[in-house]
């Protein structure tokens, strides 16, 4: 049995996004389902709308940064009631009894995480569908509470780039009196700001861009480097024991690696392509630096980033669109033409 649904899909990698009518099973013993009332845009929703990184699957719903009401669940599900305000992130299935899935870290699960979208039900063998669209089926491992206390619309995006940057600053333990910095100031960026203060640190901003400081300074930053000005790079030389990586495409690592300390890590959490240009390995031997990489964080981490951004009142800087403009909104991200994270009002479907 399955459930008709209203959303909007990618057809191919070259049409628009565009009103589209799917199926979703209908619900399990431990399913919970929820009328999603807001979900993010992601820029990885339009590498895979675009099939930017390979192995598509096509119709396309993209979007896993939901927030959504329980509008019903099944006879198994003790955690969540109807009426709850819940959030779904990147992923809706793991194994589940791999080491990874063992330790909280569903997303290295050894088997493969199923994906909010873009990905294959590992029970039924159905197609997943994102967040945009009208309601989604999702199993209550995978599902998180969100309080109420947060401005719903502007919480979606915790679900992706909150816990995106909120994973690696807890595995590296950030907090009063570490010294670190975030590359780059866009959706994740500035999430990272934000927890990066929130959590007690001294935070600078890298940035290519004159004139961010005031803004940077506005979400947290306690100081801003340009980093194309060597006598500033210079200034801050062996400095931080961490920095987060935000930047997308491929960039030069090297002149962030000589304002590490000893012992200092830089975590990539945007770029998912080759490092190029290479990495001069003298700069990671003789300072016994470290480059790492993290994806999000388990269903447990998120529920406690949540709960940390409810307690502090942490959320993203969004633009709310209507489902009609998601096709100029993706252009928009590619120019990086938002602060910082487009927000779909899905009560908007309908009038679409």
Same mark, same amino acid.
């Given at each position: 049995?399955?459930?008709?649904?209203?959303?909007?899909?990618?057809?191919?990698?070259?049409?628009?996004?565009?009103?589209?009518?799917?199926?979703?099973?209908?619900?399990?013993?431990?399913?919970?389902?929820?009328?999603?009332?807001?979900?993010?845009?992601?820029?990885?929703?339009?590498?895979?709308?675009?099939?930017?990184?390979?192995?598509?699957?096509? /119709?396309?719903?993209?979007?896993?940064?939901?927030?959504?009401?329980?509008?019903?669940?099944?006879?198994?599900?003790?955690?969540?009631?109807?009426?709850?305000? !819940?959030?779904?992130?990147?992923?809706?299935?793991?194994?589940?009894?791999?080491?990874?899935?063992?330790?909280?870290?569903?997303?290295?699960?050894?088997?493969?995480?199923?994906?909010?979208?873009?990905?294959?039900?590992?029970?039924?063998?159905? /197609?997943?569908?994102?967040?945009?669209?009208?309601?989604?089926? !999702?199993?209550?491992?995978?599902?998180?509470?969100?309080?109420?206390? =947060?401005?719903?619309?502007?919480?979606?995006?915790?679900?992706?780039?909150?816990?995106?940057?909120?994973?690696?600053?807890?595995?590296?333990?950030?907090?009063?009196?570490?010294?670190?910095?975030?590359?780059?100031?866009?959706? =994740?960026?500035?999430?990272?700001?934000?927890?990066?203060?929130?959590?007690?640190?001294?935070?600078? =901003?890298?940035?290519?861009?004159?004139?961010?400081?005031?803004?940077?300074?506005?979400?947290?930053?306690?100081? !801003?480097?340009?980093?194309?000005?060597?006598?500033?790079?210079?200034?801050?030389?062996?400095?931080?024991?961490?920095?987060?990586?935000?930047?997308?495409?491929?960039?030069?690592?090297?002149?962030?690696?000589?304002?590490?300390?000893?012992?200092?890590?830089?975590?990539?959490?945007?770029?998912?392509?080759? =490092?190029?240009?290479?990495?001069?390995?003298?700069?990671?031997?003789?300072?016994?630096?470290?480059?790492?990489?993290?994806?999000?964080?388990?269903?447990?981490?998120?529920?406690?980033?949540?709960?940390?951004?409810?307690?502090?009142?942490?959320?993203?800087?969004?633009? !709310?669109?209507?489902?009609?403009?998601?096709?100029?909104?993706?252009?928009?991200?590619?120019?990086?033409?938002?602060?910082?994270?487009?927000?779909?009002?899905?009560?908007?479907?309908?009038?679409?």
């Amino acid at each position: 049995m399955t459930m008709s649904i209203r959303g909007y899909a990618a057809q191919s990698p070259t049409t628009p996004l565009a009103a589209h009518q799917f199926e979703r099973r209908d619900p399990r013993a431990n399913d919970v389902v929820i009328d999603i009332l807001y979900c993010g845009v992601c820029h990885s929703d339009i590498h895979q709308a675009r099939d930017e990184w390979g192995g598509s699957l096509y /119709p396309m719903v993209p979007g896993h940064e939901i927030v959504g009401r329980v509008s019903s669940v099944g006879p198994e599900v003790t955690k969540f009631k109807v009426g709850d305000t !819940v959030g779904v992130g990147c992923m809706v299935d793991s194994c589940q009894h791999c080491s990874s899935c063992n330790a909280g870290l569903e997303p290295y699960c050894v088997e493969g995480a199923t994906w909010t979208y873009n990905g294959v039900d590992r029970h039924d063998k159905m /197609p997943t569908f994102g967040g945009y669209s009208e309601r989604i089926v !999702v199993s209550d491992k995978f599902v998180v509470s969100i309080s109420d206390k =947060l401005d719903l619309k502007a919480a979606a995006p915790l679900l992706c780039a909150g816990i995106t940057t909120w994973s690696p600053l807890r595995h590296w333990n950030i907090g009063k009196g570490s010294k670190i910095a975030v590359i780059g100031l866009g959706g =994740l960026g500035h999430m990272g700001l934000k927890f990066a203060k929130a959590m007690g640190a001294d935070v600078t =901003l890298f940035t290519r861009s004159p004139g961010k400081e005031a803004e940077a300074r506005r979400l947290g930053a306690d100081h !801003v480097v340009l980093s194309t000005d060597e006598k500033q790079m210079a200034a801050v030389s062996r400095q931080f024991e961490f920095i987060l990586d935000t930047v997308p495409n491929p960039h030069d690592l090297n002149p962030y690696l000589t304002t590490l300390a000893v012992n200092g890590v830089i975590c990539l959490v945007g770029q998912l392509q080759p =490092l190029d240009p290479p990495v001069n390995a003298a700069q990671v031997l003789l300072g016994r630096r470290s480059i790492s990489g993290s994806a999000i964080g388990g269903i447990a981490e998120t529920q406690e980033m949540l709960d940390f951004c409810a307690e502090h009142n942490i959320v993203s800087d969004i633009e !709310v669109i209507d489902i009609k403009n998601i096709n100029a909104a993706y252009e928009r991200v590619i120019t990086s033409d938002v602060r910082y994270r487009f927000v779909i009002d899905m009560a908007s479907l309908k009038a679409a």
